[in-house]
Nanobody, 120 residues
Framework: QVHLVESGGGLVQPGGSLRLSCAAS????????MRWYRQAPGNERELVAQ???????YYVDSVKGRFTISRDNAKNMVYLQMNNLKPEDTAVYSC??????????????WGQGTQVTVSS
């Protein structure tokens, strides 16, 4: 079994910054790509950022230049540094990892999510 726990969310003013962290724990054999998603009320869940095992990154256009995803393989951690936050960034941010807990079996694991609110 694999458990993901996010932290670092909160309330910030427009232009502010937050750093989200996601810790993976449990019986892990291997972890592949790691991702951050977000979902605001009434909106579809969208992929915000992805980082592969080789540290190749992807960002949705709306956050390019403002957000940075990184990972620490030794600690099974993934981070999302969010700068110059905008009200439209308000959402629940969830960590997602592609991982194997049993030989030859891979699946997506999700954290519970952390609230990010950008408002004056």
């Amino acid at each position: 079994q694999v458990h993901l726990v996010e932290s670092g969310g909160g309330l910030v003013q427009p232009g502010g910054s937050l750093r989200l962290s996601c810790a993976a724990s449990g019986s892990l054999l291997s972890i592949g790509s790691m991702r951050w998603y977000r979902q605001a009320p009434g909106n579809e869940r969208e992929l915000v950022a992805q980082i592969t095992t080789g540290s190749t990154t992807y960002y949705v256009d709306s956050v390019k230049g403002r957000f940075t995803i990184s990972r620490d393989n030794a600690k099974n951690m993934v981070y999302l540094q969010m700068n110059n936050l905008k009200p439209e960034d308000t959402a629940v941010y969830s960590c997602n990892v592609w991982a194997s807990a049993r030989p030859g079996l891979w699946t997506n694991y999700w954290g519970q999510g952390t609230q990010v609110t950008v408002s004056s």
